[in-house]
Structure formats: C-alpha cells, structure tokens
C-alpha cells in the first residue's frame, strides 16, 4: 500500500515537472498562448511581468479549495 502511494506520488510530481519544463521551453520561450489559468497567467507575464507559475499556483489554489470543500479529500 505505502509502495504504490509512494509510486503515485512520484508520478504525478514527475508529470508536474514535465508540464513546467514544457511550458517554459517552448510556451513562454516562443510567447505562445494557452487556455485557462495557464492563459491568464501567460498574459499576465507578456504584459505584466508576473511569474507565470505563481500566477497559476494562485490562479488554481481557490479553485482546490472550492473542490476540496465540495467533494472532500
């Protein structure tokens, strides 16, 4: 049981380290667009200046918790 949490764990960080590495090589790196919060947070940088992971880490943090609070852990 704790081998396969741990398992899923590291899966999904990887997949999060995946998503990130792509997102600055080619998205930001070639001022490119995407939907949603990633979106946002693109335009918020190309006009703003923001760090786009923080803007999606706090553009998505209301929602976890929206989804926690509805559905439970």
């Known amino acids: ?9 590291f899966f999904i960080i990887l997949g ?3 998503y990130a590495l792509g997102l600055n090589i080619f998205i930001v790196a070639n001022h490119l667009a995407e939907g949603g919060f990633t979106g946002i947070s693109l335009i918020l940088h190309y006009t703003l200046g923001l ?4 803007v999606i880490l ?3 943090l209301p929602l976890l918790l929206i989804g926690w ?3 439970g852990w």
């Open 16 to 18: 999060a380290f995946i």
């Open 69 to 71: 609070k509805l559905w």
């Open 1 to 9: 049981m704790f081998r396969q949490k741990l398992s899923e764990i």
């Open 58 to 60: 706090f553009g998505n």
């Open 51 to 54: 760090p786009v992971g923080m």
